[in-house]
């Protein structure tokens, strides 16, 4: 089955350092990734998908994901944080065969002043 | 606006109480979807259907029914609610496998 993790539960990271939020997948075949957003008590908000070909997608509020078949991570980056990124962020999978969609646990991101 | 719209917001209710999670979205999606979210295990899929009178299980299905009669509404039934479904849900909708998924504000259900 399709399935992603991140393995760290939360991300600390002062304002104004890069941010990196990791995510790995376990996919056969090519695989969509996806990146969502969840700012407090809201719903969640889509950043960026990978299809196919240009491994560095770029998406919403300057951030991007470098996809890696070889190390088979998915990480969300930007290059400099801003304290109102401070949110959960969540990596989500397709599942191959069916409709089904899988996200893994979600990271908190804390960015201090 | 284009928007997926959950009601209510929150809801506390007992054991045994059905009731009823409404989603609607004015996006003409074929893809409507719920999530439940509870803490350390991120978001899990309970339902998601494909079109109109197309639904099928997600994977965490147990407790919960959904119908799909128009293309814009997919509410989540709760026949029997118990303790264990205290969480909060998402709705959410797409044009289909492989978008991107818009979603609602939430539902924060407490079962006592």
């Known amino acids: 089955a399709q399935s992603v993790a991140q393995p760290e539960d939360q991300v600390n990271v002062a304002e104004g350092n890069p941010l990196t939020v990791k995510c790995t997948y376990s996919?056969?075949?090519?695989?969509?990734l996806f990146w969502y957003v969840q700012y407090p008590n809201r719903g969640l908000q889509f950043l960026l998908k990978?299809?196919?070909?240009?491994?560095l997608v770029k998406g919403s509020y300057g951030f991007e994901a470098e996809f890696n078949k070889s190390q088979t991570s998915f990480h969300l980056k930007k290059p400099s944080a801003l304290v109102s990124d401070s949110a959960l962020y969540f990596c989500a999978v397709p599942h191959r065969g069916n409709n089904r969609l899988a996200f893994g646990k979600g990271n908190q991101v804390v960015v201090i002043p | 606006e284009a928007q997926v719209t959950q009601n209510p917001r929150y809801l506390i209710t007992v054991t045994g109480k059905k009731l009823t999670v409404t989603c609607s979205q004015n996006?003409?999606?074929?893809?409507m979807s719920w999530y439940r979210q509870d803490p350390g295990l991120g978001l899990r899929q309970i339902y998601y259907?494909?079109?109109?009178?197309?639904?099928d299980k997600g994977d965490v299905p147990e407790g919960y029914k959904v119908s799909r009669k128009e293309k814009r509404n997919f509410p989540l039934i709760l026949e029997s609610p118990s303790p264990n479904q205290t969480s909060l849900y998402f709705c959410?909708?797409?044009?289909?496998?492989?978008?991107?998924?818009?979603f609602g504000s939430g539902t924060q259900l407490s079962v006592l």
């Open positions: 259907s494909m079109n109109v009178e197309v639904t």
């Open positions: 996919v056969s075949g090519n695989p969509y």
């Open positions: 959410a909708s797409s044009r289909g496998r492989g978008e991107k998924l818009f």
């Open positions: 996006m003409n999606h074929e893809y």
């Open positions: 990978y299809i196919t070909g240009d491994n």
